[in-house]
C-alpha cells in the first residue's frame, strides 16, 4: 500500500487529535526547520522536549500514532516495525544521523488550519507584530524513499472531455469567475478514494471521476470517507434557502 494521503485527510485528522503541548511543539519544530527537516537531536532543540533525542524518537511515534485512526493502516515496512513516524514524515539517513522530513500536505494541512511558520499560530498572531525575517539554508541532498498514489492522465483527460470544466457539484465555470486565465482548469475528484481502495483498479472516467472545482474538491474531502458529490449538492441548497 503506497504511503500518501492528501492534504483533506491530514486536516481531518487533525480536528480528530487531542494534541498535547508535546505534540504541538513537535509539529511547530517542523514547520520551523529549513525544509522542514529534522533529526532526534534538532526535534529535541526544536521542540523543548525532556529527556533529549531519546526522547524524541518517542515523542514523534507517540505523535505520529494518534494518527492511525484516521489515516488507516501502515502499510508493512519490511522489517516487522511499524515505524509510526511515517504517518507525519518521509525519512532518510544522511551523514550518520537519521532525518525525518515533514510530510507536504502534513505541512498545507497544517497552515490551512491556521498554524504559522515561526512559531504562532493565526489566533495567537492576533495584534502580534510580525516576526523579523529570517534566513534559511536549503539545497542539502538527502535520499528519500517514498510512494504516491499514480493517478491516470488519459482517464482524467477522458472525464473532462466527457463532462467539461463545470464544476459538477456547485455548477460553477471557473472561465466566467476568473476569466482566460482559468480556461481547461479543473480538478478530479475519484468517487471510489485511492487511499480507501489501497491500490491499482481500473477506473471509468464517466462513472468513477468527476470534474470539480478546487473547493468543492477540498470540502468532499473534509470528512473521511469523503463527502459525496449528493451531499455537498444538498449542503449547497441548504445554505441558499
Known amino acids: 500500500m503506497p504511503l500518501f494521503w492528501p492534504t483533506e485527510q491530514f486536516a481531518y485528522a487533525l480536528e480528530q487529535i487531542q494534541l498535547t503541548d508535546n505534540n504541538r511543539r513537535i509539529l511547530q519544530a517542523f514547520l520551523d526547520a529549513p525544509t522542514h527537516t529534522l533529526t532526534a537531536h534538532s526535534l529535541a532543540e526544536g521542540a523543548q522536549l525532556a529527556g533529549g533525542w531519546t526522547a524524541a524518537n518517542l515523542r514523534i511515534g507517540e505523535l505520529a500514532r494518534k494518527f492511525a485512526p484516521a489515516l488507516g493502516p501502515l502499510p508493512d515496512a519490511g522489517d516487522g516495525d511499524p515505524h509510526w513516524w511515517r504517518y507525519i514524515t518521509s525519512g532518510c539517513w ?8 515533514l510530510r507536504p500536505e502534513l505541512k498545507d494541512a497544517l497552515l490551512s488550519l491556521g498554524w504559522q511558520m515561526g512559531g504562532v499560530t493565526t489566533n495567537e498572531a492576533e495584534g502580534i507584530p510580525a516576526e523579523q525575517a529570517r534566513t534559511f539554508t536549503e ?11 499514480e493517478r491516470n492522465a488519459a482517464a482524467r483527460a477522458a472525464c473532462i472531455t466527457h463532462f467539461g470544466t463545470v464544476c ?6 471557473l472561465v466566467a469567475v476568473y476569466g482566460e486565465i482559468a480556461r481547461g482548469y479543473i480538478q478530479v475528484h475519484h468517487l471510489r478514494s485511492l487511499a480507501e481502495v489501497g491500490g491499482s483498479y481500473k477506473v471509468n472516467p464517466l462513472t468513477d471521476l468527476i470534474p470539480v472545482c ?10 473521511q470517507p ?3 458529490p449528493e451531499e455537498l449538492r444538498a449542503m449547497l441548497m441548504r445554505d441558499s434557502e
Open 214 to 223: 478546487p473547493n468543492c474538491h477540498a470540502m468532499l474531502h473534509r470528512r
Open 168 to 173: 459538477q457539484v456547485c455548477e460553477t465555470d
Open 226 to 228: 469523503a463527502y459525496t
Open 94 to 101: 544522511e551523514n550518520g544521523r537519521f532525518h525525518w522530513t
Open 139 to 149: 539545497g542539502a541532498t538527502c535520499q528519500m524513499f517514498i510512494n504516491a498514489y
